[in-house]
C-alpha cells in the first residue's frame, strides 16, 4: 500500500473549528480570524468548513516529490488544474503549488458564488411578476442570510471536483501547498505552509497565478468588498455603491436590487458593458433600471470610512456638480490587475507587457521557450473557460512542442445579467475596422419568436454579420434569456467554419428558442443573388404553351391564379419565419 505521505492526506479538519465544533474557544478563534483574513472565507459554518476542507486543509502534508517534474503549475485555478490534469493524463508527473484556495476565482469567489446568488435573485424577481402569468404571489421576502447559506452549500458541493484530494489521489498530481518563486530558469522553491522549503526541478512550467480586482487609489483605507469579500456578506445592505460597470458589477448590481437594496453603479462614462454590443447593452440598462438600480456618470473625487459606512464624494458629469452620499457596501468592480509579484520572474527570464501582463506568444510561452502561463495572468480574455481551454493548449505544446496557437480559438463570452449578452467572433467595431462597409448584418426579434413569445422572454434580439457576398459567420451578439446556451450553436458553427446558409438548414425543435439563431442567419438568403423561381419558369412555358396541359386559356388562368397565391404564401412564410426580424437584410455595402 502507498505511504499516505507520499500524496498527502489532511490531518485535520475545519469543522471542529465551527461554532459546533469539538475544539476549544482560543482555538476557535485563531481559525476563524486566519481563515477570514489570510483566505477571505467567512463565515466559518459548516459549509465553509467543507469548502476548506476540500481546498484548503488545516494540514496538509507535503508530498514526498520527484527528481524533476515534466510539468510544474504555479496556481491552481482553471487554468493550473487542467494543465497538471492534461499532464498526468498524457503520462508526465505534475506539480502544483497553491498558496490560497485550490478551484481559484470561479470556484471560491467567480463563477460558482455569483450564479447561485443571481439565480436566488432572479427567482425574487419571478415571483414579484408572477401575476402575469396569472400566479398570485403575495408577501415576496427575501431572506437573505438564507440566501448566502444557499450559495455557501453550493460553493462547498462544487467544491469536490477542484479538491486537493482529488488532484493528489485521483489524478496523480503532487499539491504543494504553499508560496512559489523561481530560483532559476528551470527550478522553483516552494515556501511550504508548514515552514519547510522545497526545490522543484522542472522540464516545463505553467504560471497560472489569475488576477484580481483593482482597487482605485481613493478606496485604499475605506472597508471596501470586491469579488473576493462580498459573498462573505451575512445581511443585506440597505444601500450599496457599485464602482465599474462590466459584467461583475452588472451582475451583482442587479442581483442586490432584487433583493431589495438600493444601488447606485458608478463608472466616469456612464456607458456600460462598453466591449458588448452597444444596442445589446442599452437594453440591460434598461431593464436594471426597472430593478432599481442607478447609473451615476461621474468622476470619484475621495472616499472615507465614516463608521461602518463609506462616504463617496464625487463630482457628476452632466452639470458638474459635486455630490456627497454614505453606503453600507462599496463593491470595486473596475478593473482587474494580474498577479505576478513575489515569483522573481527575472530569474526565471519571463518578461511582463506594457500592461503587466506576463507576456507570451501565440503558443503562450513566455521568453522562456519552457515557461507558459494562461489564464488572468497573461491573456486578453479573462474568463474561466479560456484559463481552462488555453490550459489544454499549453499542456499539448508543452508535450509535442509548438503544435496549437492560440490565435485559432474562436472565443465566446456571456454577461449573465437578466436578459443576458452573449457574444463570439468580432465585435461590429472590429468588423469596420477590418472590412469596412463590407458586410452583412442580420437581426431577428425575440418578441417574433413563438417560444419566447409563450415563455414572457420577447426582450432581446439575435444579432449576426457576414462578409459581404459570403455566409461566412464574422461575429455574433444575442442579447435576451437563454443567450447563454444560444451563442454555443453560433460558435460551434464558427469553429467548424459553417456558414450562415447551413446554419439556417438546421431543422430546430419547435417551440424552441434556438430558433432565433437559425432565423437570424437565414437573413442571408436574401443576399443571394436574383434566381428566376421555378414556378416563375413554369408560368412563363405554360404562357408560350410549352407545357403539356396547360393548353387552354381557362386551365391557365386557374393554375395562374393558384401559382399566384401559392408564391405569395411562401413569401410571406420566408419573410415571416426565415428573414430578418425586421424584414429587412442590412446591407452594409452602400
Known amino acids: 500500500m502507498t505511504d499516505a505521505k507520499e500524496h498527502g492526506y489532511p490531518a485535520d479538519s475545519w469543522q471542529k473549528y465551527t461554532a459546533g465544533g469539538e475544539a476549544k474557544a482560543k482555538e476557535k478563534e485563531e481559525k476563524v480570524k486566519y481563515a477570514l483574513e489570510e483566505l477571505e472565507v467567512g463565515p466559518l459554518d459548516v459549509h465553509n468548513a467543507e469548502l476548506l476542507d476540500a481546498v484548503h486543509p488545516v494540514k496538509w502534508v507535503q508530498p514526498v516529490g520527484i527528481p524533476v517534474y515534466n510539468m510544474v503549475a504555479i496556481g491552481a485555478g482553471a487554468g493550473g488544474l487542467v494543465t497538471c490534469g492534461q499532464t498526468h493524463f498524457a503520462g508526465g508527473r505534475a506539480a502544483l503549488i497553491e498558496k490560497h484556495l485550490m478551484g481559484g476565482d470561479c470556484l471560491n469567489i467567480g463563477c460558482v458564488p455569483s450564479k447561485a446568488l443571481l439565480a436566488a435573485a432572479k427567482c425574487a424577481h419571478k415571483c414579484r411578476h408572477a401575476a402575469e402569468w396569472g400566479i398570485e404571489v403575495k408577501g415576496v421576502h427575501v431572506n437573505f442570510p438564507k440566501v448566502m447559506e444557499r450559495m455557501r452549500k453550493i460553493r462547498a458541493h462544487i467544491s469536490e471536483n477542484d479538491s486537493v484530494q482529488r488532484f493528489a489521489h485521483q489524478k496523480g498530481v503532487d499539491v504543494y501547498q504553499g508560496t512559489a518563486q523561481f530560483n532559476g530558469p528551470d527550478t522553483v522553491k516552494v515556501t511550504c505552509t508548514s515552514g519547510e522549503e522545497r526545490i522543484l526541478k522542472f522540464r516545463k512550467a505553467c504560471i497560472a497565478t489569475g488576477g484580481r480586482a483593482r482597487v482605485p487609489p481613493a478606496f485604499k483605507d475605506t472597508k471596501y468588498r470586491t469579488n473576493a469579500t462580498i459573498f462573505n456578506l451575512t445581511e443585506l445592505p440597505a ?154 493548449l499549453v499542456a499539448d505544446n508543452a508535450n509535442k512542442s509548438k503544435t496549437r496557437k492560440y490565435s485559432d480559438f474562436v472565443i465566446p463570452r456571456v454577461t449573465f445579467t437578466e436578459p443576458e449578452v452573449a457574444a463570439v467572433g468580432m465585435s461590429l467595431a472590429e468588423i469596420k475596422t477590418k472590412y469596412g462597409q463590407d458586410y452583412h448584418e442580420f437581426k431577428r426579434e425575440f418578441k417574433i419568436v413563438d417560444r419566447n413569445i409563450t415563455d414572457g422572454y420577447t426582450l432581446g434580439f439575435c444579432k449576426m454579420h457576414t462578409k459581404k457576398s459570403s455566409d461566412e459567420i464574422l461575429g455574433c451578439t444575442i442579447v435576451g434569456h437563454g443567450a447563454g446556451e444560444m451563442i454555443a450553436m453560433v460558435t460551434t458553427a464558427m469553429v467548424g467554419g459553417v456558414g450562415a446558409l447551413k446554419v439556417a438548414s438546421i431543422i430546430s425543435p419547435y417551440p424552441t428558442m434556438h430558433e432565433n439563431v437559425k432565423f437570424t442567419a437565414a437573413g442571408f438568403r436574401g443576399t443571394l443573388p436574383n434566381e428566376t423561381p421555378y414556378w416563375t419558369k413554369v408560368m412563363e412555358d405554360a404562357r408560350k404553351g410549352k407545357s403539356k396541359g396547360l393548353g387552354s386559356s381557362t386551365t391557365y388562368c386557374v393554375l395562374g391564379g393558384a401559382l399566384a397565391l401559392l408564391g405569395a404564401g411562401i413569401a410571406y412564410l420566408k419573410f415571416s419565419k426565415c428573414g430578418s426580424g425586421s424584414g429587412s437584410i442590412a446591407d452594409k455595402s452602400n
Open 239 to 392: 444601500r450599496m455603491a457599485v464602482v465599474g460597470v462590466g459584467p461583475i458589477g452588472c451582475e451583482l448590481g442587479q442581483a442586490f436590487a432584487r433583493f431589495g437594496t438600493q444601488v447606485k453603479l458608478f463608472s466616469r462614462s456612464g456607458v456600460i458593458m462598453n466591449k458588448e454590443d452597444p444596442e445589446a447593452a442599452a437594453i440591460v440598462k434598461t431593464q436594471m433600471e426597472q430593478d432599481g438600480c442607478k447609473f451615476i456618470a461621474a468622476s470619484i473625487k475621495s472616499a472615507t470610512q465614516n463608521g461602518p459606512k463609506i462616504r463617496i464624494v464625487y463630482v457628476t458629469k452632466e452639470d458638474g456638480k459635486e455630490v456627497t452620499e454614505e453606503f453600507d457596501q462599496v463593491l470595486l468592480s473596475a478593473g482587474r490587475v494580474a498577479n505576478v509579484e513575489g515569483l522573481n520572474l527575472e530569474a526565471a527570464g519571463v518578461k511582463l507587457t506594457d500592461k503587466k501582463l506576463i507576456k507570451v506568444n501565440d503558443y503562450l510561452q513566455t521568453d522562456n521557450p519552457n515557461i507558459y502561463a494562461t489564464g488572468d495572468c497573461c491573456l486578453k480574455e479573462q474568463f474561466t473557460h479560456m484559463a481552462g481551454t488555453a490550459a489544454v
